[in-house]
Protein backbone atom coordinates (compact mmCIF):
# COMPACT_ATOMS: atom_id res chain seq x y z
CA UNK A 1 0.00 0.00 0.00
CA UNK A 2 1.44 3.32 -0.64
CA UNK A 3 -0.14 6.55 -0.07
CA UNK A 4 0.21 9.83 -1.82
CA UNK A 5 -0.67 13.17 -0.17
CA UNK A 6 -1.05 16.26 -2.29
CA UNK A 7 -2.82 19.76 -2.23
CA UNK A 8 -1.31 21.85 0.36
CA UNK A 9 0.14 25.01 -0.58
CA UNK A 10 0.30 28.70 1.34
CA UNK A 11 -2.82 30.28 2.26
CA UNK A 12 -4.29 33.55 3.61
CA UNK A 13 -6.34 33.31 6.89
CA UNK A 14 -9.51 32.66 6.18
CA UNK A 15 -9.15 30.75 3.50
CA UNK A 16 -9.29 26.93 2.09
CA UNK A 17 -7.26 24.19 0.63
CA UNK A 18 -8.21 20.67 -0.30
CA UNK A 19 -6.07 18.23 0.72
CA UNK A 20 -6.11 15.07 -1.29
CA UNK A 21 -4.50 11.73 -0.64
CA UNK A 22 -4.29 8.54 -3.55
CA UNK A 23 -3.89 5.31 -1.96
CA UNK A 24 -2.10 2.67 -4.90
CA UNK A 25 -1.76 -1.19 -4.25
CA UNK A 26 -5.21 -2.04 -2.79
CA UNK A 27 -8.41 -1.27 -2.72
CA UNK A 28 -9.87 1.98 -0.80
CA UNK A 29 -12.81 0.68 -0.05
CA UNK A 30 -11.44 -1.66 2.97
CA UNK A 31 -9.89 0.62 4.38
CA UNK A 32 -10.32 3.48 6.99
CA UNK A 33 -9.07 6.25 5.95
CA UNK A 34 -7.44 9.53 8.20
CA UNK A 35 -5.75 12.73 8.03
CA UNK A 36 -3.14 13.57 11.03
CA UNK A 37 -1.07 17.05 11.27
CA UNK A 38 2.02 18.04 12.72
CA UNK A 39 3.19 21.17 13.56
CA UNK A 40 6.77 22.00 14.55
CA UNK A 41 7.41 21.40 18.21
CA UNK A 42 4.32 20.07 17.86
CA UNK A 43 3.12 16.48 18.71
CA UNK A 44 1.07 14.68 15.79
CA UNK A 45 -2.54 16.01 15.96
CA UNK A 46 -5.52 13.39 14.57
CA UNK A 47 -7.91 15.72 12.03
CA UNK A 48 -10.47 13.78 10.91
CA UNK A 49 -11.18 10.17 10.11
CA UNK A 50 -13.42 8.25 7.29
CA UNK A 51 -14.71 4.62 7.70
CA UNK A 52 -15.53 2.64 5.67
CA UNK A 53 -19.32 3.09 6.16
CA UNK A 54 -20.61 6.50 4.96
CA UNK A 55 -21.60 7.28 8.34
CA UNK A 56 -18.26 6.72 9.89
CA UNK A 57 -16.86 10.16 9.71
CA UNK A 58 -14.94 11.84 12.91
CA UNK A 59 -13.09 14.86 13.62
CA UNK A 60 -10.85 16.80 15.86
CA UNK A 61 -11.97 19.29 18.24
CA UNK A 62 -10.21 22.37 16.86
CA UNK A 63 -11.64 20.88 13.07
CA UNK A 64 -15.45 20.47 13.53
CA UNK A 65 -17.59 22.74 11.28
CA UNK A 66 -14.40 23.52 8.91
CA UNK A 67 -13.28 20.48 7.66
CA UNK A 68 -14.46 18.23 5.85
CA UNK A 69 -13.43 14.64 4.95
CA UNK A 70 -14.77 12.48 2.14
CA UNK A 71 -13.29 9.57 0.42
CA UNK A 72 -14.04 8.46 -3.14
CA UNK A 73 -13.44 4.72 -3.98
CA UNK A 74 -13.65 4.91 -7.47
CA UNK A 75 -10.61 6.64 -7.53
CA UNK A 76 -8.98 5.23 -4.81
CA UNK A 77 -8.76 8.77 -3.13
CA UNK A 78 -9.34 10.81 0.38
CA UNK A 79 -10.02 13.92 0.29
CA UNK A 80 -10.01 16.96 2.73
CA UNK A 81 -11.99 20.17 2.47
CA UNK A 82 -10.40 22.66 5.06
CA UNK A 83 -12.40 26.21 5.02
CA UNK A 84 -12.16 29.29 7.48
CA UNK A 85 -7.94 28.56 7.95
CA UNK A 86 -6.16 29.97 11.11
CA UNK A 87 -2.33 30.35 12.08
CA UNK A 88 -2.71 27.08 14.12
CA UNK A 89 -3.51 25.13 10.94
CA UNK A 90 -0.14 25.40 10.21
CA UNK A 91 1.19 22.19 9.77
CA UNK A 92 3.06 19.04 7.54
CA UNK A 93 -0.31 17.21 6.73
CA UNK A 94 -0.49 13.07 6.88
CA UNK A 95 -3.00 10.68 5.31
CA UNK A 96 -3.05 7.33 6.73
CA UNK A 97 -4.45 4.33 6.16
CA UNK A 98 -5.29 1.00 7.79
CA UNK A 99 -7.95 -1.88 7.49
CA UNK A 100 -7.99 -3.35 10.94
CA UNK A 101 -8.01 0.05 13.31
CA UNK A 102 -11.04 0.05 15.11
CA UNK A 103 -13.81 3.01 14.82
CA UNK A 104 -13.05 3.77 18.09
CA UNK A 105 -9.57 3.99 17.87
CA UNK A 106 -9.52 5.87 15.00
CA UNK A 107 -8.17 9.27 16.90
CA UNK A 108 -4.70 7.33 17.58
CA UNK A 109 -1.95 7.56 14.94
CA UNK A 110 -0.44 4.53 16.38
CA UNK A 111 -2.97 2.60 14.61
CA UNK A 112 -2.83 3.15 11.45
CA UNK A 113 0.25 1.17 9.45
CA UNK A 114 0.31 2.81 6.10
CA UNK A 115 1.29 6.80 5.43
CA UNK A 116 1.87 9.28 3.26
CA UNK A 117 4.51 11.24 2.61
CA UNK A 118 2.89 14.69 4.19
CA UNK A 119 2.27 17.99 2.43
CA UNK A 120 2.41 20.99 3.89
CA UNK A 121 0.05 23.43 4.82
CA UNK A 122 0.93 27.31 5.55
CA UNK A 123 -1.48 29.86 6.80
CA UNK A 124 -0.65 33.28 6.86
CA UNK A 125 -1.88 36.68 8.30
Known amino acids: VQLQASGGGLVQAGGSLRLSCVLSGRTLSTYTMAWFRQAPGKEREFVAA????????MYGDAMKGRFTISRDNSDNSVHLLMNDLVLDDTAVYYC???????????????????WGQGTQVTVSS
Open 96 to 114: AADDRVLWWFVSRGGEYHH
Open 50 to 57: AGRRAVNR
